[in-house]
């Protein structure tokens, strides 16, 4: 299926480049001219990868964007000698930033917007913060929290079954397949082929069971609430209004706990407003940075 936002991406220079984060060699990508004035550091979600944001980035010109694969995920491998909790991930964010990008903005999506807000709360110096899908609740008690209870088992089948049996299930095209439609909003023929087309070739692109497995507790036991309190620097909160894992209402609420919050909600999207409607989340994303400082 032809990738629709190929035509912006094509006008968009991108680099490859490695860093050594922590111990291990971390994977990145710079979208844009490295001269431009602003730069946003993108943090991808869970089982997904620098490509997911792709479409963003697409109509994001003029603005620089670095998006890493995240340890365990993609190009980058794993974290040498910890678990992958959200310690780790914090302070692999932390790092990176520091490394790479200081003073960009930080932006996650989904399981990144958990990672981003942890680390900017534990001192992640940014002017910025933008969340896009945060994940504003816990995940068990969301729309679909039923499912989400059988990911449970599933990512505990996963890891506990014998290496090669529970290699094969958490790969399993059909089970992939079974996710993607569950997410996916978009009515449009073309675009539903892409999106699961999308998570098909890079939904599965993880280093081993035993990351994966300590990422999805991860994801499912932390979210945004417990760090917006101490969150001084504006920050963008970019939800939408059938999104099966956090409902609106708790993105409204979640907007309320930050010092200095904005809240966008895009209708007729799920969980994948990355996918589906990108260049909403963009014209958003722009109208925040050019937001005058209080």
Known sequence: ??????????????????????????????????????????????????????????????????????PGFGE???????????????????????SETPGAVVLGHSFGSIVASAAVAGGLATPRLILVNPIGAPALEGPRGLLTR??????????????????????????VRVMSIAMAKTREPELRRFVHEQHDAYFSRFADRDVLHEAFVTS?????????????????????EKDD??????????????????LVEIPAVGHLIHYETPAAAASAIRRFLERSEP
């Open 1 to 70: 299926m032809p990738n629709p936002y190929a035509p912006l991406l094509a006008e968009i220079p991108v680099q490859r480049r490695t860093a050594e984060i922590l111990g291990g060699t971390t994977a990145y990508w710079t979208y844009g001219d490295d001269t431009a004035e602003t730069t946003i550091v993108a943090v991808h979600g869970f089982r997904g990868e620098h490509h997911g944001l792709e479409p963003v980035v697409a109509h994001l010109h003029g603005i620089r964007v670095v998006s890493p694969d995240l």
């Open 76 to 98: 980058t491998a794993p974290l040498p000698g910890r678990a992958h909790d959200l310690d780790a991930y914090a302070d692999w964010l932390r790092a990176f930033v520091e």
């Open 220 to 240: 499912v036991s932390h979210d945004v609430r417990e760090f917006a309190p101490r969150i001084v620097q504006p920050t963008l909160l970019i939800a939408a």
């Open 150 to 175: 059988l990911a449970v088992f599933y990512y505990l089948a996963g890891a506990r079954l014998p290496r090669a049996l529970g290699d094969a299930l958490l790969r399993n095209g059909v089970i």
């Open 245 to 262: 894992i956090t409902p609106i209402e708790a993105e409204r609420h979640l907007a309320t706990l930050f010092p200095d919050a904005e």
